[in-house]
Antibody, heavy 122, light 106 residues
């Protein structure tokens, strides 16, 4: 069974940092791009970042570019999201999601975790 | 950046009704359009990829069509368990989600 389990969320002050982790099981991790998507309370979905299967390519939404860094450790079946210079508007439920295609660009997100909550507040 | 719009923002329909949601892209995205379902308190589920392809395991009452800038998502016979918010997503240039359409039962 494919599973994605996010962790690392919490309460952080504006300007602070947090690192999210997503541990996966049930598929050949290194073959798939991985993604982070967030959802602010009561709002819609917002794509945050994508990393290719081998980690050589990364992509970011303009809203987080220069502040967030996505990475992965294929030996640990884990994808990370390092979040720096956090702002109140980064408050959201952060989902990790698997890309649908193997060995290709991420096109759709076919498996999602249950998310981890990040709250940025003083 | 590619912007996505959806209409309506919400709808209420009866069990068995045919339900249609439209999604429009701000520029031509070919068929690079996906549809997701999200129930309250749950993670989204991929229903349709590349405009018209049904994801494995998804009931056949769900379908999608369109290309270019205009897309349609249809539930052929609405069921109580289809109460959810539906999002379109383009993947022609990175990713952008639409604002969502909330569907409930009348």
């Amino acid at each position: 069974e494919v599973q994605l389990l996010e962790s690392g969320g919490g309460l952080v002050q504006p300007g602070g940092s947090l690192r999210l982790s997503c541990v996966v099981s049930g598929f050949t991790f290194s073959s798939y791009a991985m993604n982070w998507v967030r959802q602010a309370p009561g709002k819609g979905l917002e794509w945050v970042s994508t990393i290719s299967g081998i980690g050589s390519s990364t992509y970011y939404a303009d809203s987080v570019k220069g502040r967030f860094t996505i990475s992965r450790d294929n030996s640990k079946n884990t994808v990370y999201l390092q979040m720096n210079s956090l702002r109140a508007e980064d408050t959201a439920l952060y989902y990790c999601a698997k890309g649908r295609l193997s060995f290709g660009a991420s096109d759709a997100f076919d498996i999602w975790g249950q998310g981890t909550v990040v709250t940025v507040s003083s | 950046d590619i912007q996505m719009t959806q209409s309506p923002s919400s709808l209420s329909a009866s069990v068995g009704d045919r339900v249609t949601i439209t999604c429009q892209a701000s520029q031509d995205i070919s068929n690079y359009l996906n549809w997701y379902q999200q129930k309250p308190g749950k993670a989204p589920i991929l229903l349709i990829y590349d405009a018209s392809n049904l994801q494995t395991g998804v009931p056949s009452r769900f379908s999608g069509s369109g290309s270019g800038t205009d897309f349609t998502f249809t539930i052929s016979s609405l069921q109580p368990e289809d109460t959810a918010t539906y999002y379109c997503q383009q993947h022609d240039n990175l990713f952008t989600f639409g604002p969502g359409t909330k569907v409930d039962i009348k």
